[in-house]
């Protein structure tokens, strides 16, 4: 079966200060990967997806970037966090056009 | 462009009563798919349910039931008999069913509190 993992699960850094949130999925092949970010906690807002190694779109131009290195991992960094990225991330993963399924979060705290 | 609006943003009930979450989306496709999910507080996104624009039959799973109303728009979700653990933030989504892939778009939740 399927399954998606997020890393760290929470995570508190200063302002100006370097991003890395990990996700991985195993058990299936060439799946479509999302980042979502939860604000405030409420409101699912898209942020980046990719259909495929190294290919990447972006939603929403912001403090964030992503990458796909391998075909199941998927990474959203930042080179310096400000305030206004704390928030509660998702990734998830979708075989094709279908239903998504999504990891456990990594809770951002920005101070 | 596609919305989702849940004008609910919390809701509490006692255990037992019926409770119903409302959604009411906008999209210019003739094809497209809904969705509910349940964040419960641990955070993570728990999938409950997805309907294609074609298939307005309602649907019911236990205690679950979902009304899908093409003419206005609307995808409410109906918990019966509602217990403590469905306490959670619910959320209605919408996507497109052309493409590739599923960029969903979220409504901002309801909070459904149930009390003992």
């Known amino acids: 079966s399927q399954t998606i993992h997020q890393w760290p699960a929470t995570l508190v850094q200063p302002v100006g200060s370097p991003l890395s949130l990990e996700c991985t999925v195993e058990?299936?092949?060439?799946?479509?990967l999302y980042w979502y970010r939860q604000a405030a906690g409420r409101g699912l807002q898209l942020l980046f997806y990719?259909?495929?190694?190294?290919?990447i779109s972006s939603e929403v131009p912001q403090n964030l970037s992503a990458s796909r290195p391998q075909d199941r991992q998927f990474i959203l960094s930042s080179k310096k966090l400000l305030l206004s990225d704390s928030g509660f991330y998702l990734c998830?993963?979708?075989?094709?056009?279908?239903?998504?399924?999504f990891g456990a979060g990594s809770r951002l705290t920005v101070l | 462009a596609q919305k989702v609006t849940q004008a609910q943003t919390e809701i509490s009930v006692v255990e037992k009563e019926d409770v119903t979450l409302d959604c009411v989306y906008e999209?210019?496709?003739?094809?497209?798919?809904l969705f509910w999910y349940k964040q419960p507080p641990s955070g993570e996104l728990v999938f409950l349910i997805r309907r294609n624009s074609f298939d307005e039959q309602n649907e019911i799973s236990g205690r679950y039931s979902w009304n899908f109303q093409k003419s206005t728009s609307s995808f409410n979700f109906t918990i019966t008999a509602s217990q403590v653990v469905d306490s959670a933030v619910y959320f209605c989504a919408l996507s497109e069913a052309l493409s590739g892939y599923s960029t969903l778009t979220f409504g901002k939740g309801t909070m459904l509190l149930v009390s003992p």
């Open positions: 998830a993963w979708s075989p094709g056009a279908n239903v998504l399924t």
């Open positions: 990719s259909v495929g190694i190294g290919q």
């Open positions: 999209t210019r496709d003739t094809t497209y798919y």
């Open positions: 058990g299936t092949s060439n799946p479509n």
